[in-house]
């Protein structure tokens, strides 16, 4: 059974981190990109950092700088360190798994994890 078990969401002040992980069960996490999804109320989901297998990353204009993935094959595990928070940043966020660069369409999602950035 494949899943995908997102944690360390939470509530944060403006100018805090958060880091948040994702660990993977059931699928051969090496085969995979894997991405960081982020949805606010009343808005749609939206990409906001990707790893490739090879290990190259690429993030959302909105994020660079500030956000940073990474992942380790040997855990299965994705990563989203979120520094420099704002509350703009507040929304759930998805890791997901892709194949054959389907970005808008991944092979299997987590369940998500709440981040609320707030004083």
């Known amino acids: 059974q494949v899943q995908l078990v997102e944690s360390g969401g939470g509530l944060v002040q403006p100018g805090g981190s958060l880091r948040l992980s994702c660990a993977t069960f059931?699928?051969?996490?090496?085969?995979?990109?894997m991405g960081w999804y982020r949805q606010a109320p009343g808005k749609e989901r939206e990409l906001v950092a990707r790893i490739f297998r090879i290990g190259s990353t690429d993030y959302a204009d909105s994020v660079k700088g500030r956000f940073t993935i990474s992942r380790d094959n040997a855990k299965n595990t994705v990563y989203l360190q979120m520094n420099s928070l704002k509350p703009e940043d507040t929304a759930v966020y998805y890791c997901a798994a892709v194949r054959l660069g389907a970005w808008n369409r991944p092979y299997y999602w987590g369940q998500g994890t709440q981040v609320t950035v707030s004083s």
């Open positions: 059931g699928i051969i996490f090496s085969n995979y990109d």
